[in-house]
């Protein structure tokens, strides 16, 4: 069982014949120590008695934006501070919709626009109106303005459908709550993650490289590492001190990367590709320096494998970000290779004009993910990486849940 002790967790209830389900949530809420408060929409009411969840939490539940009775309870305002996390379960499509458009006309809606904490929603609905257009936007919206969003799940649905729109179950959710409070967002999580530049040998002496510094993937790693993550870094040359607490895989060649993540892939749960692979080598280093023998020279070179599509492709595989650093055309070129390489999400960033990217302190990135999208503003790689690692350890959750 779950330990949840002395944890606020603002229980918001909607229409949805999948409040019955959310009694039990309450019930095991209550076991695991937490402090339980509900709120009804009113439509919410029309499916469960408020009693139930009443006798369940020991609390009265609160229905009404007005409430004459408010002064000997909580306020809205109150309630919104009270709790450590708001979970609107089940959340319905009216519900997401208001949500999304900023209503606060009942106390519910009000809660979710005043509340400072965590806010998540577990959607319930039939699997047509999920699908529906309207709904995907709602909900995409939400998600990129950090609302949490678990499930829903698929299968059998009250009105006989078959498909994705079952609320989690109770457990499942009690679970992903449980997740919020852990001491790091990724406790127990293991982290493969690919950085700095690859080299490709020309001779014993010289070779094609790039630019990477390798400071946004080891601001990742240090960020991870303060998630709790169990991070294993495959590092390509870098003059930079790796954190202690990561597994350091030092590598030198693209093919060498490959060999190193392939061998650990197996038992990661995430994979971050941040290097800056060579996309070719040459096809036949010489054994011995070359020497200079003419004007010109031609060096034959042959493509190198993408490690992050073969990590991708596996049949059993982690949850797959990778990085693209463009040029112009940002948006297009990085949702190219979300959907080419399958990934997860996709970290994007403009380079070439000196302001953020390669060899700076500073970064601005646009990361997308199938159906959605967030902006991480400039800021220096220690910030840029908090971020997105918070940005990714949400998405992984949703995804895992
Ligand atoms: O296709 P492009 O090289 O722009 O893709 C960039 C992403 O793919 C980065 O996440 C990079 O780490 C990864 N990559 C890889 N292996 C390669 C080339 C790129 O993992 N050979």
């Not at 990742?220 to 001190?241: K, M, N, Q, W």
Request: some cysteine; charged content about 20%.
């Amino acid at each position: 069982m779950q330990s949840l002790s002395n944890k606020k967790i603002l229980l918001g209830i909607t229409g949805g014949i999948a409040a019955y389900k959310s009694a039990e949530l309450v019930r095991l809420l209550i076991k695991s120590g937490a402090e339980v408060r509900v709120v009804m929409t009113p439509s919410a009411q029309e499916f469960v008695q408020p009693l139930t969840y009443q006798a369940l939490s020991g609390h009265r539940v609160y229905t009404d934006l007005f409430d004459g009775e408010a002064d000997s309870a909580m306020d809205h305002i109150e309630l919104a501070r009270w709790c450590d996390l708001l979970l609107v379960a089940p959340a319905s499509a009216d519900f997401l919709g208001k949500m999304t458009a900023g209503y606060a006309d009942n106390l519910l809606l009000t809660l979710c626009l005043a509340s400072k904490q965590p806010v998540a929603v577990a959607p319930a609905m039939n699997q047509q109106m999920f699908a529906n257009a309207s709904t995907r936007d709602n909900i995409n919206q939400l998600s990129s303005r950090q609302v949490l969003v678990w499930g829903p799940a698929d299968g059998e649905q009250a009105c006989g459908d078959i498909g994705p729109g079952r609320m989690l179950e109770p457990e499942q959710l009690l679970n992903n709550i449980a997740q919020q409070f852990r001491p790091g967002k990724l406790t127990g999580v293991k982290l493969l993650l690919t950085v700095g530049p690859t080299r490709e040998a020309i001779d014993p002496v010289r070779y094609i490289s790039n630019r990477s510094s390798g400071k946004m993937g080891y601001a990742l790693a240090e960020a991870a590492l303060r998630e709790a993550a169990e991070v294993t870094l495959v590092s390509g040359p870098v003059s930079l001190i790796p954190p202690s607490a990561a597994r350091l895989v030092a590598v030198e060649s693209a093919q060498q990367m490959y060999d190193a993540v392939m061998q650990q892939v197996g038992t990661q749960d995430l994979f971050i590709a941040c290097a800056a692979v060579s996309d070719y080598r040459v096809d036949q280093t010489a054994q011995h320096k070359l020497k200079k023998s003419a004007d010109t020279m031609s060096l034959q070179l042959v493509p190198n494998a993408d490690i992050l599509t073969a990590v991708s492709a596996l049949e059993e595989r982690p949850f797959c970000v990778g990085f693209a650093a463009e040029t112009r055309d940002l948006e297009k070129y990085a949702m190219q290779k979300l959907e080419k390489k399958k990934l997860d999400m996709i970290a994007a960033n403009k380079v070439g004009d000196g302001s953020s990217g390669f060899e700076t302190d500073f970064n601005q990135l646009e990361v997308f993910w199938r159906d959605g999208h967030h902006s991480i503003e400039r800021a220096s790689k220690p910030e840029i990486a908090k971020q997105l690692i918070d940005l990714i350890a949400g998405r992984y959750t949703c995804a895992r849940s």
